[in-house]
T-cell receptor, first 114, second 112 residues
Framework: TQLLEQSPQFLSIQEGENLTVYCNSS?????LQWYRQEPGEGPVLLVT?????EVKKLKRLTFQFGDARKDSSLHITAAQPGDTGLYLC??????????????FGQGTILTVHP | KAGVTQTPRYLIKTRGQQVTLSCSPI?????VSWYQQTPGQGLQFLFE???????NKGNFPGRFSGRQFSNSRSEMNVSTLELGDSALYLC???????????FGQGTRLTVV
């Protein structure tokens, strides 16, 4: 069974603070994706990382894929209330034939207070 | 370009009934996956279809089934509904050979 352990589960911070969300696994993934989900909506893809050690930036968000492709992190600089939501990491391609199957972490509920 | 469309958005069913949910993928996407999302278990993979064939299946009972049509639209069916089937059911479509999933808004199923 491939598991993705995501931490922390809850994060409540003030506007302007920085934060990091972690996603760890014992499995190697061919790619790892980060999604953001708002209440009553489906997850929206933020980024895909494919290469071990890869770093991608999306405005104030920085995503990193571990060298061994087993872990990833999401760092948000100067968080804003609009960043509030559920952040999900999802791994693809672990264990060979996993067509269309993403293994999701439990998610991090981020609340940014004005 | 239209996104993934799921219908209906909300459903209330009684225990023992069956339900069919529908998903229209992004135009050109031939892979459709289904997920169940609950507060306790998070997002769990149900199954994936490509060119009308189920290629992968998650760890759910046989009451959960699906199919895909020649136009890539997909349906999932849950028979003999149980209270524990109450969840947000999400459909995602992907380009051939691409792991990036684009999700619909989901169908909120409540079993009473």
């Amino acid at each position: 069974t491939q598991l993705l352990e995501q931490s922390p589960q809850f994060l409540s911070i003030q506007e302007g603070e920085n934060l990091t969300v972690y996603c760890n696994s014992s499995s190697v993934f061919s790619s790892l994706q980060w999604y953001r989900q708002e209440p009553g909506e489906g997850p929206v893809l933020l980024v895909t990382v494919v290469t071990g050690g890869e770093v991608k930036k999306l405005k104030r968000l920085t995503f990193q894929f571990g060298d061994a492709r087993k872990d990833s992190s999401l760092h948000i600089t100067a968080a804003q209330p609009g960043d509030t939501g559920l952040y999900l990491c999802a791994g693809a391609g672990a264990g060979g034939t996993s067509y269309g199957k993403l293994t999701f972490g439990q998610g991090t509920i981020l609340t940014v207070h004005p | 370009k239209a996104g993934v469309t799921q219908t209906p958005r909300y459903l209330i069913k009684t225990r023992g009934q069956q339900v069919t949910l529908s998903c229209s993928p992004i135009s050109g996407h031939r892979s459709v996956s289904w997920y169940q999302q609950t507060p306790g278990q998070g997002l769990q993979f149900l199954f994936e279809y490509f060119s009308e064939t189920q290629r992968n299946k998650g760890n759910f009972p046989g009451r959960f089934s699906g199919r895909q049509f020649s136009n890539s639209r997909s349906e999932m069916n849950v028979s003999t509904l149980e209270l524990g089937d109450s969840a947000l059911y999400l459909c995602a479509s992907s380009k051939t050979g691409n792991t990036e999933a684009f999700f619909g808004q989901g169908t909120r199923l409540t079993v009473v």
